[in-house]
C-alpha cells in the first residue's frame, strides 16, 4: 500500500529523487519503522552497505542533502504500523533531555495532520463524552508516579488503569495514550 505524505518540508529535489526512484521500498529506516514503536536516529540504523546498494544509495542521498542527523518518530496505532515523522538538520540537539518532548510532539502533530482526513469523533469512533466517561480520566489524574503510594494501589493495579486507557482511546501504547488524551481535552497540560 503506498504511504501518504501528510506534510513535509523536505528539499524539493530530495523529495523527487525519493518518490521516482521508490527508495520507500528499500530504505532501511522504512524497514526500522515497521519493526519498532521506540524514536531513533537515522544514523543508527542498522544496515549492510555491501548487502542493501539502494539501501546504501538513500542513506548517502539524505546525507548528500545534509540531513543525515534525523530523528525517527513512528507513529503506532492500536492495529500496528501507522506512519511515522522525521525530523532532520545538519545538527540537531537531540539530548536524553529532549528526545522524550520531541517524542510527543511528533505524535501529536501526525495525529492533527492524520485527524484531517477523518471524522472528529476520535480514534474509535466514541463522542468525547463517551470516551471521557468510560477511560475514568478522573481516576487516572491521581494515578501519577508520585501519588501511587498515597492512594495505596499497587504498581499491577495502575498498569492495569494505564493499559485500559490504552485500549479505550485506540491507543498504541502510554505515549499515544497521553498524546491522544491532551488531544481531546482529557488531560489539560
Same mark, same amino acid.
Given at each position: 500500500?503506498?504511504? !501518504? ?13 525519493? !518518490? ?170
Amino acid at each position: 500500500m503506498p504511504g !501518504v505524505v501528510l506534510a513535509h518540508r523536505i528539499p524539493p529535489e530530495l523529495f523527487k529523487l525519493y !518518490v521516482e526512484r521508490r527508495y520507500a521500498d528499500v530504505d532501511p529506516a522504512m524497514r526500522m519503522l515497521r519493526r519498532t514503536t521506540e524514536p531513533f536516529k537515522w544514523l543508527d540504523v542498522p544496515y549492510d552497505p555491501q548487502r542493501e546498494r539502494r539501501g546504501a544509495q538513500v542513506m548517502a542521498l539524505v546525507a548528500d542533502f545534509g540531513l543525515s542527523q534525523g530523528f525517527f518518530v513512528p507513529t503506532p496505532s492500536a492495529a500496528g504500523p501507522c506512519g511515522n515523522v522525521w525530523m532532520a538538520g545538519p545538527t540537531p540537539e537531540l539530548t536524553a533531555r529532549n528526545k522524550p518532548a520531541l517524542h510527543i510532539m511528533a505524535l501529536y502533530a501526525f495525529d492533527r495532520g492524520a485527524s484531517a482526513r477523518r471524522p472528529l469523533t476520535g480514534s474509535a469512533g466514541w463522542s468525547d463524552h463517551a470516551r471521557a466517561r468510560s477511560v475514568g480520566v478522573d481516576r487516572l489524574r491521581e494515578i501519577r508516579l508520585g501519588n501511587r503510594e498515597i492512594l495505596g494501589i499497587g504498581k499491577r493495579t495502575v498498569d492495569e488503569h494505564v493499559q485500559t486507557a490504552v485500549r479505550k482511546l485506540g491507543a498504541a501504547n502510554k505515549t499515544q495514550a497521553v498524546v491522544f488524551a491532551i488531544r481531546d481535552g482529557l488531560i489539560q497540560i
